[in-house]
């Protein structure tokens, strides 16, 4: 019986409300080890969203847009922040501490760091899976509460790391001016993002940080991030079923890079190297580091590909290719003579690789000014179509220069 002595809604499909999916969100996520240029692309399909959103990580991500030649760098924002139409676990400063502190014991331990960027974002998720973390929603609800279990989760680190300092009161006193200004922008986000996908026709962008090969339980750990950044962090991080996920674009750079340590197979630490890392300017958005450089690599897109699923590729910073003569091609991973179906998921073992490359003409040509897939030299094209063909994944977009104007759309 309905509420009040009012009559049942009648229910079709004998008994059973049929609920229709809703809006779809489009997802844009990084297919290698970050720096891939997801900015750019979530900036190009910003233009006409109604919705932007991060689903996972914090500020250790770095993201750069260029915009009517003016440069943006974002490290929690999403890109889409540009447009004006765009609506838009909290990490403690002790949290940064003691990031900074582990890295200095692997250091003296081990004799080698995780190369993190010290935000304290390990450290913040290590207290989310202890459960003894904070959240918005506990900084906006009751503040002598929050204050309370705050003086816990801070003692906590102290007695774990000896040295680490924490001004209590004073840091209480900071966020209690923070939870002022950001108590009315705070929404419950499972019943907004229900009301998004569920109300009136919408565009739902989703911006994920890092990339696939950085993700904690199917990048190459341990030298990954602690939040899951392939597709299934878009549901556990936004609270939305698998049904509403729509397009699914991931983002490859034409070469390969890599911030911080671990195995990279196709890494040319060589003039090449220096080249690449030269003319596409890479040095890490939020860290400042160079970027380890190298050939692009299938086998680990082809990766990327089995867990995402991607719809469709953008192919990025194709231009740094220009001065080649030849490129190579990372195609197969061969271990003790054996071409390896699979991805090693063993650092140890992706260490020891040998990678099997194809190596196609280069075009020697300045492509900074092309607009349309026709305008690219010919060896440019083939080299597009060779991607597309050895993944099975069409490629939508092709980057050919820093700015917005510099994506060329293929359908």
């Given at each position: 019986?309905?509420?009040?002595?009012?009559?049942?809604?009648?229910?079709?499909?004998?008994?059973?409300?049929?609920?229709l999916?809703?809006?779809?969100?489009?997802?844009?996520?990084?297919?290698?080890?970050?720096?891939?240029?997801?900015?750019?692309?979530?900036?190009?399909?910003?233009?006409?969203?109604?919705?932007?959103?991060?689903?996972?990580?914090?500020?250790?991500?770095?993201?750069?847009?260029?915009?009517?030649?003016?440069?943006?760098?974002?490290?929690?924002?999403?890109?889409?922040?540009?447009?004006?139409?765009v609506?838009?676990?909290?990490?403690?400063?002790?949290?940064?501490?003691?990031?900074?502190?582990?890295?200095?014991?692997?250091?003296?331990q081990?004799?080698?760091?995780?190369?993190?960027?010290?935000?304290?974002?390990?450290?913040?998720?290590?207290?989310?899976?202890?459960?003894?973390?904070?959240?918005?929603?506990?900084?906006?609800?009751?503040?002598?509460?929050?204050?309370?279990?705050?003086?816990?989760?801070?003692?906590?680190?102290k007695?774990?790391?000896?040295?680490?300092?924490?001004?209590?009161?004073?840091?209480?006193?900071k966020?209690?001016?923070?939870?002022?200004?950001?108590?009315?922008?705070?929404?419950?986000?499972?019943?907004?993002?229900?009301?998004?996908?569920?109300?009136?026709?919408?565009?739902?962008?989703?911006?994920?940080?890092?990339?696939?090969?950085?993700?904690?339980?199917?990048?190459?750990?341990?030298?990954?991030?602690?939040?899951?950044?392939?597709?299934?962090?878009?549901?556990?991080?936004?609270?939305?079923?698998?049904?509403?996920?729509?397009?699914?674009?991931?983002?490859?750079?034409?070469?390969?890079?890599?911030?911080?340590?671990?195995?990279?197979?196709?890494?040319?630490?060589?003039?090449?190297?220096?080249?690449?890392?030269?003319?596409?300017?890479?040095?890490?958005?939020?860290?400042?580091?160079?970027?380890?450089?190298?050939?692009?690599?299938?086998?680990?897109?082809?990766?990327?590909?089995?867990?995402?699923?991607?719809?469709?590729?953008?192919l990025?910073?194709?231009?740094?290719?220009?001065?080649?003569?030849?490129?190579?091609?990372?195609?197969?991973?061969?271990l003790?003579?054996?071409?390896?179906?699979?991805?090693?998921?063993?650092?140890?073992?992706?260490?020891?690789?040998?990678?099997?490359?194809?190596?196609?003409?280069?075009?020697?040509?300045?492509?900074?000014?092309?607009?349309t897939?026709?305008?690219?030299?010919?060896?440019?094209?083939?080299?597009?179509?060779?991607?597309?063909?050895?993944?099975?994944?069409?490629?939508?977009?092709?980057?050919?220069?820093?700015s917005?104007?510099?994506?060329?759309?293929?359908?």
């Amino acid at each position: 019986m309905a509420e009040h002595g009012a009559p049942a809604p009648a229910i079709p499909n004998g008994g059973c409300a049929a609920r229709l999916p809703g809006n779809k969100v489009t997802v844009v996520l990084g297919a290698q080890w970050g720096d891939e240029g997801k900015g750019k692309v979530v900036d190009l399909l910003a233009q006409d969203a109604d919705i932007v959103c991060r689903c996972q990580g914090g500020n250790n991500a770095g993201h750069t847009v260029v915009v009517d030649s003016v440069e943006y760098d974002f490290h929690l924002l999403p890109s889409g922040i540009i447009n004006p139409k765009v609506t838009a676990f909290i990490v403690f400063d002790f949290h940064q501490a003691a990031d900074g502190i582990q890295e200095q014991q692997r250091q003296e331990q081990a004799g080698k760091n995780l190369g993190t960027t010290k935000k304290g974002i390990g450290p913040v998720y290590s207290s989310k899976a202890a459960r003894s973390g904070l959240r918005m929603c506990d900084l906006v609800s009751d503040f002598d509460d929050f204050s309370e279990r705050f003086k816990v989760l801070a003692n906590q680190y102290k007695a774990i790391y000896p040295t680490l300092e924490i001004d209590i009161e004073g840091e209480l006193k900071k966020l209690k001016g923070y939870m002022e200004k950001i108590k009315p922008m705070v929404k419950d986000g499972v019943y907004f993002m229900y009301e998004a996908l569920h109300g009136p026709p919408k565009k739902i962008l989703v911006e994920g940080a890092n990339a696939a090969l950085l993700d904690i339980d199917f990048g190459t750990y341990p030298f990954v991030t602690s939040s899951n950044c392939t597709v299934g962090g878009v549901c556990t991080g936004l609270g939305m079923p698998p049904q509403n996920v729509g397009e699914v674009y991931g983002v490859v750079k034409a070469y390969t890079t890599r911030v911080g340590i671990g195995a990279f197979p196709t890494e040319q630490n060589n003039e090449i190297g220096e080249l690449l890392q030269t003319r596409g300017k890479e040095f890490g958005v939020t860290t400042g580091r160079k970027r380890r450089c190298g050939w692009l690599d299938l086998v680990l897109l082809r990766y990327a590909y089995m867990i995402n699923g991607f719809t469709a590729l953008a192919l990025t910073k194709l231009d740094i290719l220009d001065v080649f003569p030849e490129i190579k091609v990372g195609v197969a991973y061969k271990l003790d003579g054996e071409i390896i179906p699979h991805f090693p998921a063993n650092q140890e073992v992706l260490n020891k690789v040998e990678v099997q490359y194809e190596t196609l003409p280069g075009w020697d040509t300045d492509i900074s000014n092309a607009r349309t897939f026709d305008e690219l030299p010919v060896n440019a094209q083939n080299y597009v179509r060779f991607i597309e063909m050895e993944l099975g994944v069409p490629v939508k977009w092709i980057g050919v220069g820093k700015s917005r104007e510099s994506m060329i759309q293929l359908f």
